[in-house]
């Protein structure tokens, strides 16, 4: 939830690793999707890459998470699959 500058250290870092490992075996369109808005300098970070999409955030809603937990719920997982897949559906080459 929040980006420390560790921990957008810590991003770059893994982006990076991410990056590598895109470049070796092809850059697949990726869609990045948080629970939680991604904020901006995060979201650049991705867009940096080749063929990645960031998704826009759904509003935060508990009954979408296990309280005290963090994970979504089914009711959050049918919402977080309800956001990706017209995303899914609208890239170049998936068959509609």
Same mark, same amino acid.
């Given at each position: 939830?929040?980006?420390?500058? !560790?921990?957008? +250290? &810590?991003? =770059? @870092? ?12 092809? $850059? ?12 901006? !300098?995060?979201? +650049? &970070?991705? =867009? @940096? ?12 809603? $508990? ?15 049918? +919402? ?17």
């Amino acid at each position: 939830r929040r980006f420390t500058a !560790e921990r957008l +250290a &810590l991003l =770059r @870092a893994e982006l990076d690793t991410l990056r590598a490992f895109r470049a070796a075996h092809g $850059d697949r369109p990726l869609l990045v999707l948080g629970y939680e808005e991604i904020p901006d !300098e995060a979201a +650049a &970070l991705f =867009r @940096a890459l080749p063929g990645v999409i960031v998704l826009p955030a759904l509003p935060r809603r $508990d009954d979408h998470f296990l309280p005290g937990d963090g994970h979504p719920t089914a009711a959050g997982n049918r +919402a977080f699959a309800a956001q990706l897949t017209p995303a899914i559906l609208a890239l170049p080459g998936w068959a509609r």
